[in-house]
Structure formats: structure tokens, C-alpha cells
């Protein structure tokens, strides 16, 4: 069975850094476009990022752009999302997924594996 298991949520300042994990078991990272997508409280759900296996192409939210890094370590099996400057309004729960062919990133239908997810709050 294919598993995401995300890690590294945590209660951060203003302006602080987080890095998020996402280990993979049942599959392989660099067979599945993965990304990285957060539901606040009583909003819907929002993709944040995505890293493309056949190229590393990477995507991003113009809400986290310039702030977010999305990576992978294919050896580790593991996806990352490295996040500074952080901001209260990045306070959510961010879930890890996988999809084999995904051409829409924002559109939840496209992953196959979602993982259970880590909460990040960004407050002072």
C-alpha cells in the first residue's frame, strides 16, 4: 500500500522557517508528480506546490512564490517544502500527494495518495 506521512509542522513567529517532510513507502517519488496542499480553518482547501518526476519542473501558489521551495531526495524517497517568511495567514494543515499524471495541480481528482498531514500556525 502506498503511505505519505508528513512531518515537521510546528508552532513559528512571524517571518520564521519551517521545512516540511513527506516520506513515501509503496511507491516511488520520482515516478509521481508530488505536491504540497494546506487547508486553513474554514477555508477550502489550497495547492501550495508541486514538483514534476520527469523533469523537477517545480510550481507554486503566487501566495507562497518566492517564500516556499518545494524538492525531493529521490534516495530518501522523500518530498520537502522548505517555507520561510512565514506568515499567519500560511497557518494550516498541509497535506502531502501523489498523482501519476497530473495536469490540473490544483484539482484534488488528480491524486492517487494523500497523506494525513502536519499543521503548521504561524502566530506570535
Known amino acids: 500500500d502506498v503511505q505519505l506521512v508528513e512531518s515537521g509542522g510546528a508552532l513559528v513567529q512571524p517571518g520564521g522557517s519551517l521545512r516540511l517532510s513527506c516520506v513515501a513507502s509503496g511507491m516511488s517519488v520520482s515516478d509521481y508528480a508530488m505536491s504540497w496542499v494546506r487547508r486553513a480553518p474554514g477555508k477550502e482547501r489550497e495547492w501550495v506546490a508541486t514538483i514534476y518526476h520527469r523533469d523537477s519542473s517545480t510550481y507554486y501558489a503566487d501566495s507562497v512564490k518566492g517564500r516556499f521551495t518545494i524538492s525531493q531526495d529521490t534516495a530518501k524517497n522523500t518530498v520537502f517544502l522548505q517555507m520561510k517568511n512565514l506568515k499567519p495567514e500560511d497557518t494550516a494543515m498541509y497535506y502531502c500527494?501523489?498523482?501519476?499524471?497530473?495536469?490540473?495541480?490544483?484539482?484534488?481528482?488528480?491524486?492517487?495518495?494523500w497523506g494525513q498531514g502536519t499543521q503548521v500556525e504561524v502566530s506570535a
Open positions: 500527494a501523489a498523482g501519476a499524471m497530473v495536469a490540473d495541480r490544483a484539482a484534488p481528482y488528480e491524486y492517487n495518495s
